[in-house]
């Protein structure tokens, strides 16, 4: 019988710790989330299904699937034998300095290119034994995937200046939606119609995400998982622990042994 969701993830010493996950028969779909990086994913085996707001993508095995940061998406996996992939999570800081500094943005998501495919492969398959040239090869591989694929021209998909400013402000581990919706002077109802609007998700998982991202920092220096539940707003570490796991693919303690 096939093992299932065998994942392994890795941070890497090189272009500013690039992280990656190697996810093999993974069986359990991501639900609607977020990222603040580029994801890079090489398809090795189904169809890798990526769930839009208003689309649905899938990639054959052999492509490039590329997701944009902030992009709101969810990943649809094989649920008998389980779907594998690797992801590099790319920094937007790099890949914008790997296009001249100018900003990108991949107008197709789906890139069909074998030998572009072949040597992110290559780079992947070496990644839990990094090699001395690994940040050199990786690099030109990522500029020769820019070079060839990225449009100068960014995602217009922007929050508004208000909106903007409230998601960067807010202290999501301690959020209410009354008071939220009493900041725009609306009533609960009507915020949550504004707030998926703008981003995608509602309220309430939007929040989620925001306390997983703050507890991968916390993970690195912090070994209680209780403490971190609690200041990352769950409910006690199995609530916390399951959570991470069905946003992320991994447990806390993988994360954070990596």
């Known amino acids: 019988m096939k093992v299932t969701n ?5 941070r890497l010493p ?3 710790g690039i992280e990656v996950l190697d996810a ?3 069986t359990l779909n991501f639900p609607f989330h977020i990222h603040d990086t580029f994801n890079i994913t090489l398809v090795l085996s189904q169809t890798f299904t990526t769930r839009l707001p208003a689309r649905l993508l899938a990639a054959p095995v ?3 699937v590329i997701t944009h940061p902030n992009e709101v998406h969810a990943t649809l996996c094989d649920n008998r034998v389980g779907s594998s992939f690797f992801t590099f999570y790319v920094s937007p800081d790099i890949v914008t300095y790997l296009n001249n500094n100018t900003p990108v943005f991949f107008n197709n998501a789906l890139i069909q290119d074998p030998g572009l495919f072949q040597q992110l492969f290559s780079i992947a398959a070496s990644c839990h034994d990094p090699r001395s040239d690994l940040e050199e090869t990786l690099q030109k591989a990522l500029q020769q995937l820019v070079t060839c694929y990225a449009s100068p021209t960014p995602d217009t998909n922007h929050f508004n200046t208000r909106f903007r400013r409230y998601l960067e402000e807010e202290i999501f581990e301690k959020f209410s939606l009354e008071n939220a919706a009493g900041k725009f002077g609306l009533d609960k109802y009507k915020f949550i119609r504004l707030f998926k609007q703008e981003t995608g998700l509602t309220p309430n998982h939007y929040v989620i995400l925001k306390r997983i991202e703050k507890s991968k920092v ?3 220096t912090n ?5 971190i539940a609690i200041e990352t707003g769950f409910y006690d570490a199995t609530h916390f622990c399951r959570v ?3 946003i992320t693919g991994i447990t806390p303690l993988a994360y954070r042994k990596a």
């Open 218 to 220: 916390l993970l690195q």
């Open 24 to 26: 093999r028969h993974h």
């Open 14 to 16: 090189v272009l500013d």
């Open 62 to 64: 052999g492509t490039i």
């Open 6 to 10: 065998q994942n392994s993830y890795y």
């Open 244 to 246: 991470f796991r069905k």
């Open 223 to 227: 070994n209680n998982l209780l403490d």
